[in-house]
């Protein structure tokens, strides 16, 4: 059993050894989703190309042929592991569904079992020989069937995670120039290797490129999420805190350029994507004036009435400014919270409140003692005047009188028209 070691092999040990700094790298995150899926996308791309190398060294067919099969677990299953990372990493979860990674294990599974059934149909390879005349010894076959099904299976994965890194692209907040370029890379980059081995433009080299092209856009991402955080945290901060929040929000970036808005604020000002990188003193006038104290104050806030005329707004703004972790400043976030309401509120709570102490300034009441004449009955006031009892309550509250004559006095004072009433009303009774 000998085994040949070649110089050509040394882009699958690249791919090996960076597939392990990313592992390591994923296993202080295994406990989170993202995590484990970049540490099985890691060993499916460690065993590919491990296994490749045993391939490319042993010179037995019989064990080279065994090394080509159990490759496949590492080839069938990297495709579709490398898409859910993306969908995670460009935090598109919604195609995560049971259903959905159910049907992209169906395709691998299948071929992984007619890899190992093929010497009984040969559906994935057949006239396998062995060539010897290059450096290193190689195996020649002709593709079977399946293996084309497999084949288109895995590009259309590779192109479902490029599409899904597209519609990331086309989506706020909007990538910075490096960002962009991560993005890109991490999406074009796999597809190289894939179509340099198919179309066999190095076929001199005599080794598969796939495997070493996909551990460079896993070392890409690892990057990207490490140096960027492009992995869950800003898309999920701004998926459900941005664009469910009613307040308006927009973030500028260090020239006060605007750089994102979330749809509270696109209404608010009437803005849409022409918006993007324009300066701000364009877009929100009514800053202008504290523009000076926006831009030298760490923390800003301030009411900021603006609208239409026949219904102005008014809102109580704060911003904050934005630091890189090398403490340069990246941009500031502008908060603006509707407080018309409250305002209408406080103004309409403060008005009453005036009615009332208004109110309460004229209202008189009596109380405590009273000094009364116990002759005349005659009252005296603070000046130490005597008045009459009717003229000093009406003047010192809202009482009325109407003058009239009790009984007794009726009765002494007219008997006759007393006696008068009284025999009406016994008339009446009877």
């Not at 882009?11 to 484990?36: C, H, M, N, W």
């Not at 908060?335 to 005036?354: G, P, S, V, Y």
Request: hydrophobic residues 45%; positive net charge; contains cysteine.
């Amino acid at each position: 059993m000998s085994f040949t070691f070649s110089f050509y092999y040394t882009p699958l040990i690249i791919a090996v050894g960076l597939s392990l700094l990313t592992s390591f790298y994923a296993a202080q995150y295994r406990e989170r989703t993202d995590g484990k899926v970049l540490l099985i996308l890691s060993f499916s791309i460690v065993w590919w190309s491990f296994i490749n190398i045993l391939e490319y060294g042993f010179n037995d067919l019989a064990i080279k042929s065994l090394c080509a099969k159990l490759e496949y677990f590492g080839i069938e299953f990297a495709p579709p592991t490398w898409m859910i990372f993306v969908a995670i990493y460009t935090d598109q979860w919604k195609w995560l569904t049971r259903r959905n990674l159910l049907l992209l294990l169906i395709i691998p599974v299948i071929t992984i079992v007619m890899v190992f059934t093929n010497e009984y149909h040969g559906l994935m390879r057949y006239d396998v020989a062995l060539d010897t005349n290059g450096p290193f010894s190689i195996i020649t076959k002709k593709y079977g069937f399946w293996f084309w099904i497999a084949t288109v299976f895995n590009n259309c994965i590779m192109l479902t995670g490029l599409i899904l890194i597209f519609r990331r692209l086309t989506r706020r907040p909007f990538f910075q120039t490096k960002q962009l370029v991560i993005m890109l890379f991490v999406g074009l980059f796999p597809w190289l290797g894939n179509i340099l081995y198919l179309s066999k433009i190095f076929a001199w080299l005599r080794v598969d490129l796939t495997s070493t092209f996909l551990a460079i856009s896993g070392v890409v991402m690892t990057f990207g999420m490490a140096r960027y955080h492009l992995l869950s945290v800003v898309p999920l901060a701004r998926e459900f805190v941005l664009e469910n929040i009613s307040d308006a929000i927009m973030v500028v970036d260090g020239l006060n350029r605007v750089v994102d808005f979330n749809d509270s604020c696109r209404k608010l000002f009437g803005l849409d994507e022409k918006n993007i990188l324009k300066p701000l003193e364009e877009i929100l006038e009514p800053l202008n004036a504290h523009l000076d104290e926006i831009n030298s104050s760490e923390t800003f806030s301030n009411e900021i009435t603006f609208g239409k005329k026949s219904n102005p707004r008014t809102y109580y703004l704060r911003v904050h400014k934005l630091y890189s972790q090398r403490q340069k400043l990246r941009g500031r976030i502008f908060h603006f919270h509707d407080i018309t309401e409250r305002k209408a509120a406080e103004h309409e709570r403060e008005k009453i409140i005036a009615e009332l102490k208004n109110a309460l300034e004229k209202v008189d009441t009596l109380s405590g003692y009273l000094p009364i004449c116990s002759s005349c009955k005659k009252i005296r006031d603070d000046q130490g005047y005597w008045e009459e009892v009717e003229k000093y309550i009406s003047s010192h509250s809202k009482a009325q009188f109407s003058h009239t004559l009790c009984n007794e006095c009726m009765q002494r004072l007219y008997p006759e028209e007393y006696e008068r009433i009284m025999k009406r009303r016994t008339g009446k009774k009877k």
